[in-house]
């Protein structure tokens, strides 16, 4: 059975009739904090306790976990990674650290060592009490501290929409990340813009992109190609899913 993320989190959310406004790259940079709010998480989990109950017990599936686990199966068939004893995965923006959960139902014998990373403390604080033999870390993500090229897989869910600077968030992931970026829960439309908004009772940003200005951004400089994409939900066509893998030879050609 499958349940929309999206209708349950205007359930939580108090404010989702809060009217949206435009706003310009110039003024986003009051935002960049605006994910350390400590009450967010907490509000977050009400909503992740449910769908993980509901996927654990209960048998029903999230199209946002779906196209997750759809993006994880290609990989995990990939020349890079299948023959691979352990794939490391990063989570940057990991929040209370839900997605180990949700990587573990999907694959509960399949060697992953998963690594999580937010800067809001209250985040990493929660995800070390749900789980705590896993390697949470307060980090940036748009500074990561990692080595280069340690994790096999970055997972990034949702923070390329909320991030006011895009380009500090890519170079940063990418330097960490060996074969393979999965962009989760971005904003697609015709044409990029920015909306102040209101998430978990907190204001934010809202940033859109257009499917060929993320290519741009993973292909340039960050030396990534596309290799796959879908929208998320059948009924909102604006929320995607995308794979980008590190193009070895631009890689090794710049050296």
Request: with cysteine; net charge positive.
């Amino acid at each position: 059975i499958m349940t929309s993320h999206g209708q349950l989190f205007e359930k939580i959310s108090k404010t989702k009739n809060v009217q949206e406004t435009l706003i310009e790259q110039r003024d986003t940079h009051p935002y960049i904090e605006a994910w350390k709010n400590p009450n967010m998480p907490v509000i977050q989990r009400k909503l992740v306790d449910f769908e993980l109950n509901e996927l654990k017990n209960n048998g029903k599936t999230f199209e946002v976990y779906e196209a997750l686990k759809t993006a994880l199966d290609l990989l995990f068939k990939d020349k890079a990674l299948k023959d691979l004893k352990n794939v490391s995965i990063l989570d940057v923006g990991c929040s209370t650290g839900y997605y180990y959960d949700v990587i573990k139902h999907y694959y509960p014998d399949k060697n992953i060592t998963y690594v999580g990373c937010d800067y809001n403390e209250k985040s990493i604080e929660l995800a070390k009490k749900y789980n705590e033999n896993v390697a949470f870390e307060v980090q940036d993500a748009t500074e990561l501290k990692y080595p280069e090229k340690v994790f096999d897989i970055v997972l990034a869910s949702g923070i390329l929409t909320y991030v006011p600077d895009t380009y500090r968030l890519l170079d940063s992931i990418t330097k960490v990340c060996k074969h393979y970026v999965i962009l989760h829960r971005v904003n697609i439309r015709k044409q990029p813009f920015i909306l102040k908004s209101y998430v978990y009772d907190n204001e934010v940003i809202k940033k859109y992109f257009t499917v060929e200005r993320i290519k741009r951004l993973m292909g340039d400089r960050r030396k990534f190609q596309y290799a796959y994409g879908q929208m998320i939900y059948p009924q909102n066509p604006y929320s995607a899913i995308f794979i980008f893998r590190r193009d070895y030879f631009a890689d090794a050609v710049s050296m």
